[in-house]
């Protein structure tokens, strides 16, 4: 279960003009619902809070950890360009960069059920993710935008809060007791984002570019390129990869050894901007090292297009490409053709599933 909360917003309402700030306050939602679905299931808004599921297994940890700070980047980043647009000068405007995002991670039971024609869920552990909403994170940690993590979503996906540079917080409740949870700062996050160096192949740049449409999200997209699991079921000259995640996730630093029969490719991920595009480094014997960047670019509901560009290559390398080029563009057609075929059926179900939510 995820939580993700407009934090401030009270005080903001009372501070500014009602009308305006509803239309603020849809904006925002609006933003924040559209990065958290449908890589998750909304169940339902809840003023100035979105509450989202996902079923066990549905999705990887890294997409999960991705779709989270994704979504509160977005959020920043459509704070910016609110105030940065607006020359309105009421309390509604002024205030808006008072406002931020939390998110609160929980795993557990629960049971699905329908009243009045609506999906609700019930259970202890749907109360303590509510619970946890009401926390003292600012207070005691002195962070506005963050994530918490319950020490049962922790356990449940895996993940290593040391590695991933998480702080282990206790909250105490009269009703349910005392959880542990860990804190994942996103506001520290955003700053490093917005530092950090862009590594694009752009089209000038590239030796060539291959473009490819498929009939899924791009979050969908994505994952099939690049979690280890999902590759290996379209990437049919491939027996293993072995994955390297030293910051404790899938990101910039990264290194994959894929196997290929006798053969094997080492890829490091050097810039990575979940379900907009990733730039890896590839060493691959006998061509030596390339940089390609892959580009996922929404142009239609539920209709993703894939730009693949590698970075021009230079003498013996360029030479041994001219020979290579005919196997290398066959062998990309068929596994391209292989994934669109998944993305195709996980298309539909995707679809099904946002019709029903």
């Known amino acids: 279960m995820v939580i993700a909360d407009v934090s401030g917003y009270t005080r903001y309402l009372l501070d500014t003009e009602?009308?305006?700030?509803?239309?603020?306050?849809?904006?925002?939602?609006?933003?924040?619902?559209?990065?958290?679905r449908p890589t998750l299931r909304i169940n339902r808004l809840e003023g100035d809070a979105a509450f989202a599921y996902t079923l066990q297994s549905e999705v990887e940890p890294s997409m999960l950890l991705d779709t989270i700070e994704q979504t509160y980047f977005a959020f920043k980043a459509r704070l910016r360009d609110i105030t940065q647009a607006t020359t309105c000068e009421c309390n509604a405007c002024r205030l808006i960069p008072s406002l931020d995002l939390k998110f609160v991670s929980h795993s557990g039971r629960f049971v699905r059920h329908q009243v009045a024609g609506s999906e609700e869920l019930t259970g202890t552990d749907v109360v303590i993710a509510h619970r946890l909403l009401k926390n003292t994170v600012r207070e005691q940690l002195g962070v506005n935008g963050y994530s918490l993590f319950t020490a049962a979503c922790v356990s449940e996906l895996g993940l290593d809060p040391v590695i991933l540079g998480m702080v282990?917080?206790?909250?105490?409740?009269?009703?349910?007791?005392?959880?542990?949870?860990?804190?994942?700062?996103?506001?520290?996050?955003w700053q490093h984002a917005q530092e950090r160096r862009r590594v694009f192949v752009v089209p000038a740049d590239a030796q060539f570019e291959f473009v490819a449409e498929f009939h899924a999200t791009a979050d969908v997209v994505w994952e099939f390129?690049?979690?280890?699991?999902?590759?290996?079921?379209?990437?049919?000259?491939l027996t293993r990869i072995d994955e390297k995640n030293p910051s404790g996730r899938r990101g910039a630093g990264t290194t994959n050894h894929c196997v290929h029969g006798r053969g094997a490719i080492t890829e490091e991920i050097l810039d990575w901007h979940p379900f907009q595009y990733f730039t890896q480094r590839m060493d691959i014997p006998m061509m030596g090292s390339w940089t390609q960047t892959y580009e996922f670019r929404p142009v239609g509901p539920n209709v993703t297009e894939l730009r693949v560009r590698v970075q021009r290559l230079e003498g013996f390398q360029r030479f041994l490409f001219g020979l290579m080029r005919r196997t290398i563009f066959k062998d990309l057609n068929a596994n391209v053709g292989r994934l669109a075929e998944l993305l195709t059926v996980e298309g539909a179900e995707q679809e099904s599933t946002s019709a029903m939510d």
């Open 168 to 189: 282990e917080h206790r909250e105490s409740y009269d009703d349910v007791g005392e959880i542990v949870a860990y804190v994942q700062d996103l506001d520290a996050a």
């Open 225 to 237: 390129t690049t979690s280890p699991q999902k590759r290996l079921l379209w990437l049919t000259d």
């Open 18 to 36: 009602l009308e305006h700030s509803q239309d603020v306050l849809a904006d925002l939602m609006e933003t924040v619902v559209a990065q958290l």
